[in-house]
């Protein structure tokens, strides 16, 4: 607090000449410059990270100072998991999942750490290097295949950001790699606070040549609204219609209708979740023709897939 009243007070200084103490009081003066107490917490954060590496400490489990000390370090790293053809088992793209190596040598998966790193103090260091690497995985795919194509999770902050929009159409303007290739996935769990922002933003991203999943189609948040809505190029169903589908005829039942519907509204169907070759008859018989699963391959690193590409494997 006491850094972000220094920067009000020299910012307004400068441009103002002037800053009495009733203005730095006043509450509506202070929320239109919020941005700069998240800027001061954000540095303050920084600092107590380095102080304490300098002291050898060592920092709570999966605190926003781990967390931030691990991006620091590139102990964050996307895996990928291949979305493959339900008739002919080859992939046709891949998903971004990421991993935390963290320095002790344990792998965490996002449950273990997502919450935090989606939180104000971490998002933009989290985001920033999460978008660096996806450029990187995409011509890495491309140069193997033009036709693979990459899904990137995306969460509430960003679909409601239009800087970061703007951003990430910048960070391929500037590249070689085609949007045309990056499929945005929203998921389930993603909350829609401001609805005329978000699908103002899919449709800058859709008219950039950027596809757009719904992800987890069957969860939390999800019902026909967001079908409706939001004009997805894929939707994703989740692995707990999957897993009762052998035994649950009205989750195949939902599945049917789902790739009827996806032929009257132009999407595709892609179903998480396959573990076993039965389940990818049955929705092959059910007319779902994308896939991915522990049964087409788990999420491992980014060398590893691509070394299954060059061989052929995949």
């Known amino acids: 607090m ?28 202070l929320f239109k410059h919020l941005h700069l107490l998240e800027f001061a917490a954000t540095g303050n ?23 931030l000390a691990g991006l620091a370090n590139n102990e964050f790293q996307f895996y990928i998991q291949p979305i493959c053809d339900n008739q002919t088992h080859k992939a046709v793209g891949f998903e971004t999942l990421m991993r935390w190596h963290r320095s002790d040598g344990s792998i965490l998966a996002p449950g273990s750490f ?7 103090p971490v998002y933009p260091s989290f985001k920033e290097t999460s978008l660096a690497q ?32 703007i951003d990430l159409i910048s960070q391929f303007d500037l590249s070689d790699a085609s949007p045309n290739c990056l499929v945005l996935e929203l998921p389930d769990t993603a ?13 800058l991203l859709r008219n950039n040549g ?15 609204d ?34 009827s519907m996806s032929k009257e509204l132009d999407f595709q169907i892609i179903a998480e979740g396959i573990e076993t070759l039965a389940q990818a008859r049955l929705l092959e018989e059910a007319g779902v023709t994308r896939v991915q699963g522990y049964y087409y391959g788990r999420p491992q690193s980014v060398d590893y897939w691509l070394d299954q590409l060059d061989k052929g494997l995949l």
Request: contains cysteine.
């Open 2 to 29: 006491l850094v972000y009243v220094c920067i009000l007070l020299l910012q307004h200084w400068m441009s103002l000449g002037s800053l009495s103490l009733g203005q730095i009081t006043d509450i509506e003066f």
């Open 45 to 67: 954060m920084m600092f107590l990270v380095l102080q304490w590496y300098k002291r050898g400490l060592t920092l709570p489990k999966n605190s926003p100072l781990a967390i």
């Open 114 to 120: 997502l919450d935090i790193a989606l939180s104000p």
């Open 134 to 165: 996806i450029v990187p995985i995409l011509m890495s795919l491309m140069s193997r295949n033009p036709n693979y194509y990459l899904a990137f999770n995306t969460d509430s902050t960003f679909i409601h950001s239009k800087e970061f929009v």
């Open 191 to 203: 909350t829609i606070d401001d609805q005329e922002l978000v699908l103002s933003n899919v449709s």
């Open 210 to 224: 950027f596809g757009i999943a719904l992800d987890d189609f069957g969860m939390e948040h999800s019902n026909m």
């Open 226 to 259: 967001r079908i409706r809505d939001i004009p997805a190029d894929f939707v994703k169903i989740d692995r707990s219609f999957i897993v009762q589908m052998e035994g649950n005829p009205r989750s195949l039942a939902i599945i049917k209708a789902l790739v």
